[in-house]
Structures are given as C-alpha cells and as structure tokens.
C-alpha cells in the first residue's frame, strides 16, 4: 500500500539544513543582543538550538538501545543495524550518536529481555511491549517523560501520537505520569465489513443489503440457486470462516457483541465473550450451518484454507477488514474478472451497527531513569516524523533500498510511529481529488500513487494482467466506494470502538485466559454445529465467570480505574 516519494534526498537534506541554519540565525539575534562574537552569547546559541524539536546537540552524545532482527531483514552492500542511513543521520542531523548495546535475532529477544530488565541493566532508550513496560514501571526504572515531550515533541509529533484519541498516551501514563512514548500505528485496519460478490447479486436479480434479513437471504440464494452457473449445488452462502471464528468478528458486531474485546458497561469494562447479544448471533449461525449456508467444514480450517472457497468461486460473500482486497480478492480478481463491493455492518435490530479495533500501539518507547538527555528520545521521534510527514514526504533513501526496491529501509530506524489516521487520510485525500475532477496536492506520497492507480482502472488500459489487478484493488481500497472509505466513515461516525483495556496481560490472565479462549472456542463451534443446544451458551459464562474471568474482570478494573 506504500508508494515511495519521488523527491530527491538532497533537496530534503538542503531544507532540513536551511531550517538549522534559520533556527540558529533566530537565537542568534535574541541570545547575544547583536553581538555575535560574544562568548557567552555563542553558548546561550548553542543551547537554544539543541532545544529545539530537531536541534543538533554542539558536542555529540552517545545513546544506547537494542534492537532485535527480524528474519527478512536485508541491508545495502556495507550497511548493518549498526550502521545504516537512519543511524548516520542521527549523527549528522541530530548530534546523537545511537549505539546498539546489543542485538539478537528476532527468535531470541524474549529471552534477552527477560534477563536484561531482570539485570536492571537496559540500555538508555528501549522498545518493549505492555508487559515489559509494566515491569519498568514497577521496578522504577523508567524515566518521567511528561515535561519532556511537552517540551521537546514537535508539533507535528504531538499531533501525529494523539490522532489515535490519545489511547497511546493513556496507554502510556501511571499515576498521571508520561512513562514511555506509543508507537501508534494506524487505526481502522481491523474494522470489519461485508464483501459481496457483484456479479453474483446481478445475476440472481438481488439487492443490495438493507438489513440482517437482507443477508440472511443473499447467504440461502448464494448457496441454492447456482450463481457459479454449474447446474451443481456446490456452493456456500457466507464463507471465508476459520476454526478460530475471529473471521466472524463482523457477523457477532452486527450483533453488538464484542468477542475478544473489553468495551464499556456504567462506569467499568466488561469482557466481549460474556455480553448478551452473542447469544442471538450463535442462534443464528446454527440455523445457517443447519440450513447448509456456511462452510460445514470452517471447524478445521485456518485462514488460508477458508480463503480457498473464495479463491475457487464456491462463495460469494465474506466478513473481513480492508485488507480483503489485498488477500484474497486481488488474485481472485486477476483469475475470475469478479468485482467485489465491501458495506458497513449491518445491524440485526434498529440500533446502529459499530465495529472494533484494539488499541493502535504497536510497542513503547522508555527511558533509563537517571539517563541524562532523556530528550533525545523525543529527537529521534521528531526526526522519524518529519521523515514521514514532512514537507518532503516519505523519501526513497529512508523507506527502499536494493535495485528492486526489496530492501525496507524504514526497519532500521530505532524509534518510529505511523499516523493514526494516514491510511484514512490516504483515502480521504483520493476522495478530495475525485471530486476535483484532478489531482489535488497532497502531502501524503501515497494519495497520487492511489489516486493515479483509480484513474487507471477508469481508463481501462492496462499494460498486463498484474497492472489491472493492481488498479483494481488500489481503486476497491482507497477508491469512492472502496474499503478504505468505510473506516473512514466508521471513525466519522463514531462506529469504530478501541478496546478499552491496554495493559499488560494480569496475573489472572497469564494463568488462566488461555484455558478460557480454548473454552470459548470449543462450546461456539458446538453450538454452531448443532452438536449443543442454544442453551450451552448461558452455562459457558457461569463457567467463564466461575473459572477466572470474574478475577480478570476486577484486574482489569482495577487497571481502569488507575487509569482515570
């Protein structure tokens, strides 16, 4: 989905260098009363400079972190997690001299961090995720970054790390305290939707879905009156359902079930898997699997393998994120010529319909408490936010390397973040262009990259298979009516819940969550099958409750109401 910017490097590196040489001219005047030769002026210089969100520190510094390596990781003819274009720039640029303390492979940094945080030796600045970070907080060996990032953050990044509605900073606070930086990452990308075959619904004469009934219906013509056009009936009415059913998230929302998910009840969350309206949407999918309207053999099936109704034309219909269009639609697509519409949830009575996502934090950013330039965290968060949304856009040099482009650049930077909102903005900037009727002027690179992508799909030229393939899915997701288009609209509206619980997983749940999930999924896939009794749900959450979920559910209050 990431389209690299055309700019040369050298033309971001010669306005990052006017912005220098423009800041320090700036503290100049106001720091030395005109005259530039004092002494004392220069240091007062020097000082304001290094303060600013992306001032270069006058005697460099030396930050230690680790980083952990990823299987795929490849690098440029001379270049390592040592030394790359990220961490040369640092120097450069900034004045920090980033040093990896240590680096393992990807496999290993479970183990190394264990015994790193157990040590209370760590590095200066460290990645972790929630559990690590809560153990940092606990022992105190993190770093108070609250008047720091006040200070230090640009405007650019205090905007970009709150485009989440400030859950990463909640996240990311104890006792009123900044303890670490989030790394948001995009939200919407788990809000489901309905995929349905267009040419199927032409071709039995049906509409469009209004309501659940709608569905319901589309599902029994899907399955029973031929739409492959076989004369065999060898179809499913609702596919892509995985042993897991996590593929059936959108069908219980419809329900305004939340499985997986802690969503608000008064004034205290409460956990998904035990609200009441999964009880209907279980109802239902037993009169589905009876009726012989969903794959009767989803129970053994992964993903992938639930995807293979699709990719054979056994299916037309399907519950997914956005990202259907990448996998499996576009090489279905390329195949069948079949054009696929996503729609918003649908509700199963008259209240609206809202999808859920889980907090967008991908890990955290600390400090060793008793670091002395806690700031230079924030530096490095500046300087990865202006290399992604900058006036200059997401240059080659920090995003692709190798001669086919297969090198992904932007892994070796040691603090990065990725706007909330850039996938929406993304199909949002697409929008505004289509209704200028021209491309309109966007600092995201990738809106021209879509925008021209949907032009080319209109035109209907296209040079080989994969370039039609590729319009087309670039045109059903970031496109008028594409998939991006419904999260953008479920943000708008209001219809995208985030999972209120972001912390770390609680004693209850390190003990006892696994055998609760691996219950959940045995008595839904029974009562699905009709091998129990609607009636089997009500015990499960006496059962969930009586097992540990009533210990989790205080834990994760507890956690709450810290937190507020």
């Known amino acids: 989905m990431r389209h690299a910017s055309l700019k040369r490097y050298l033309l971001f590196a010669a306005a990052a260098q006017l912005l220098f040489v423009t800041a320090c001219g700036s503290s100049t005047n106001e720091g030395s009363g005109g005259n530039k030769n004092d002494q004392g002026a220069e240091t007062t210089v020097n000082k304001q400079t290094a303060d600013e969100p992306l001032g270069k520190y006058e005697s460099k510094i030396e930050v230690t972190t680790a980083r952990w390596l990823p299987p795929s990781l490849k690098f440029e003819k001379g270049d390592s997690i040592d030394n790359n274009i990220w961490y040369r720039s640092y120097e450069e640029e900034l004045g920090i001299k980033l040093v990896n303390k240590w680096s393992v492979p990807q496999t290993q940094w479970q183990q190394k961090m264990n015994v790193t945080i157990a040590s209370g030796d760590i590095p200066d600045i460290l990645t972790v995720n929630a559990n690590e970070l809560k153990r940092l907080v606990d022992a105190d060996m993190v770093e108070d970054l ?103 998230m959108g069908f219980f929302e419809s329900f305004h079930a939340y499985p997986g998910r802690w969503v608000k009840d008064g004034s205290g969350l409460v956990y998904g898997d035990i609200q009441p309206g999964l009880k209907p949407a279980l109802q239902k999918l037993q009169e589905m699997f009876k009726a012989g309207l969903i794959d009767p053999e989803f129970a053994v099936k992964d993903q992938a393998k639930a995807y293979e109704l699709i990719a054979s034309n056994k299916t037309g219909m399907f519950y997914s994120g956005e990202g259907a269009v990448w996998w499996p639609l576009t090489d279905h697509y390329k195949k069948e010529k079949s054009d696929w519409k996503p729609y918003p949830l649908i509700s199963f009575d008259d209240k609206p319909a809202s999808t859920s996502g889980g907090v967008p934090v991908g890990n955290y950013y600390v400090v060793r408490k008793g670091f002395k330039h806690p700031e230079a965290l924030v530096k490095l968060l500046n300087f990865a936010v202006e290399k992604q949304y900058g006036p200059e856009g997401r240059l080659d040099a920090y995003w692709y390397g190798g001669e086919n482009k297969e090198i992904n650049v932007s892994a070796f930077a040691a603090v990065i973040i990725s706007d909330p909102l850039e996938l929406i903005n993304i199909h949002r900037g697409v929008q505004a262009s289509v209704d200028a009727g021209k491309y309109v002027d966007n600092p995201i690179a990738d809106v021209k990259h879509h925008y021209d992508l949907y032009q080319l ?108």
């Open 457 to 564: 799909w209109l035109s209907g030229k296209f040079k080989d298979g994969n370039e039609e393939g590729q319009a087309w899915s670039s045109y059903k997701w970031a496109g008028p009516k594409g998939g991006m288009n419904v999260v953008s609209d479920y943000v708008k509206d209001n219809k995208y819940l985030v999972d209120e619980y972001s912390g770390p997983s609680t004693p209850t749940m390190t003990a006892k969550k696994s055998t609760l999930d691996k219950m959940k999924q045995e008595v839904f896939t029974k009562i699905i099958m009709g091998q129990a009794d609607i009636g089997e749900y009500d015990k499960f959450v006496a059962d969930w409750k009586k097992l540990g979920g009533d210990e989790i559910t205080t834990e994760v209050n507890d956690w709450y109401k810290a937190k507020k």
């Open 146 to 248: 609250t008047a720091i990032f006040d200070k230090y953050a640009s405007d650019k990044t205090k905007k970009v790390i709150s485009n989440d509605g400030g859950n990463g900073i909640k996240a990311s606070t104890f006792g009123g305290k900044l303890l670490a930086l989030p790394g948001v990452t995009f939200t919407g990308t788990g809000a489901q939707m309905l995929w349905i075959r267009q040419d199927w619904l032409k071709k039995l004469n049906l509409a469009e879905p209004k309501t659940m009934d709608d569905v319901y219906k589309i599902a029994e013509a899907f399955a029973n009156q031929d739409p492959d056009g076989n004369n065999q009936k060898d179809t499913i009415g609702l596919g892509g359902i995985n042993k897991d059913l996590n593929s059936m």
